[in-house]
């Protein structure tokens, strides 16, 4: 028989193994930042030229690279085309092309030449969201890595960003880098 202490014990394990499902199970919207600010209108922060400075780390924590991006963005009012240019800590090179359209208020559909399909982007006060899938270089191949990418917007010229990338669901590296708008 089971006493009422080994009970409770068993009950709030099972509460919080429950709740960490649940939360896993219902991502963090961005509409939680709607009412921050500085408001982030990614149409004129991203016009103009920006440069990034990161990093690329393993799920351990280890840095893996560096890089710097020069970015260079373009606001048609209906499409955001914006230019990354990285260079790596182990001197290679790679350019990449977003091309954000706009759905609806606070809303894009994003492509770029190494996502596969389309990016789901979403601003809301000082944040903007992005899911969509990159495809990686590694090992003489590609992989394809699922990116939860957060920006934030702190001050009028710097955004804070961080990636989770994963792989099965299961976590495969993060970045973290500072946008600063010149």
Not at 18 to 30: K, M, W
Not at 31 to 42: A, G, N, W
Not at 137 to 163: A, E, F, K, Q, R
């Amino acid at each position: 028989m089971i006493d009422s202490k080994t009970l409770r014990k068993i009950s709030l394990a099972i509460g919080f193994a429950a709740a960490s499902i649940l939360s896993a199970c219902c991502p963090l919207s961005v509409s939680v930042y709607k009412d921050e600010k500085p408001q982030l209108e990614i149409e004129r922060y991203f016009s103009g030229n920006l440069e990034a400075i990161g990093i690329v780390s393993d799920r351990s924590g280890k840095v893996l690279k560096s890089f710097v991006c020069a970015m260079k963005g373009s606001w048609d009012g209906h499409e955001l085309i914006l230019n990354e240019d990285f260079s790596w800590s182990d001197k290679t090179h790679q350019t990449r092309v977003w091309r954000l359209t706009r759905t609806s208020p606070g809303t894009f559909v994003g492509t770029a030449n190494d996502v596969v399909g389309e990016a789901k982007v979403e601003v809301a006060g000082n944040a903007m969201h992005l899911v969509y899938t990159l495809e990686v270089p590694m090992n003489g191949s590609t992989t394809h890595l699922h990116v939860d990418d957060w920006l934030y917007l702190v001050t009028d010229t710097v955004i804070i960003n961080h990636s989770k990338l994963t792989k099965f669901g299961l976590d495969a590296a993060e970045v973290v880098l500072t946008i600063r708008k010149n």
